[in-house]
T-cell receptor
Framework: AQSVTQPDIHITVSEGASLELRCNYSYGATPYLFWYVQSPGQGLQLLLKYFSGDTLVQGIKGFEAEFKRSQSSFNLRKPSVHWSDAAEYFCAVGTSGTYKYIFGTGTRLKVLA | EPEVTQTPSHQVTQMGQEVILRCVPISNHLYFYWYRQILGQKVEFLVSFYNNEISEKSEIFDDQFSVERPDGSNFTLKIRSTKLEDSAMYFC???????????FGPGTRLLVL
């Protein structure tokens, strides 16, 4: 069955530290990959996406992600976290032949001053 | 930048009542979606809609749910007889093409008492 796993439910980092949020997927077909961010009480904002081509993709707010087919992963990274990055981050996967995205359970990021 | 909008932002209803959640997708988008997020759980796909018909639906989307595009701008989700377990955040999304990025609205938080 198709699935998306975000192994870390909560992550706490200090402001200015680097960040990596993990996402693994299980899909039979070539996936389309996304990271969304949800601030408290807010909707889902697209951070970045991968459809094809360069496996390292840049997004908004200084985030980047790397698609590694051999590891079925699409980890999100940021070199220096800001206090405003505190939010919940969702990895999502789509594929050809279906309209739906499948979301991971999310990782809640806390940033210490 | 164009955005998906949703109304109302919050709705409280009694069990058994009908509710209609409204969405205005991005104007040049052709594909429309509803997702829900029960508190503390992952975002789940409900239904996709294209060319005035449902293109895909999940097992959650049973006969109590219906979708409609009543005019050229609105997209609605109706729950005919709400249950306590329908309490959730409901997100509308739209995309330009089937395999294009889905952009999400801010959500409607529904509470069924």
């Amino acid at each position: 069955a198709q699935s998306v796993t975000q192994p870390d439910i909560h992550i706490t980092v200090s402001e200015g530290a680097s960040l990596e949020l993990r996402c693994n997927y299980s899909y039979g077909a070539t996936p389309y990959l996304f990271w969304y961010v949800q601030s408290p009480g807010q909707g889902l904002q697209l951070l970045l996406k991968y459809f094809s081509g360069d496996t390292l993709v840049q997004g908004i707010k200084g985030f980047e992600a790397e698609f590694k087919r051999s590891q079925s992963s699409f980890n999100l990274r940021k070199p220096s976290v800001h206090w405003s990055d505190a939010a919940e981050y969702f990895c999502a996967v789509g594929t050809s032949g279906t309209y739906k995205y499948i979301f991971g359970t999310g990782t809640r990021l806390k940033v210490l001053a | 930048e164009p955005e998906v909008t949703q109304t109302p932002s919050h709705q409280v209803t009694q069990m058994g009542q009908e509710v209609i959640l409204r969405c205005v997708p991005i104007s040049n988008h052709l594909y429309f979606y509803w997702y829900r997020q029960i508190l503390g759980q992952k975002v789940e796909f409900l239904v996709s809609f294209y060319n005035n018909e449902i293109s895909e639906k999940s097992e959650i989307f049973d006969d109590q749910f219906s979708v409609e595009r009543p005019d050229g701008s609105n997209f609605t989700l109706k729950i005919r007889s709400t249950k306590l377990e329908d309490s959730a955040m409901y997100f509308c999304a739209s995309s330009e093409l089937q395999q294009a990025t889905q952009y999400f609205g801010p959500g409607t938080r529904l509470l069924v008492l």
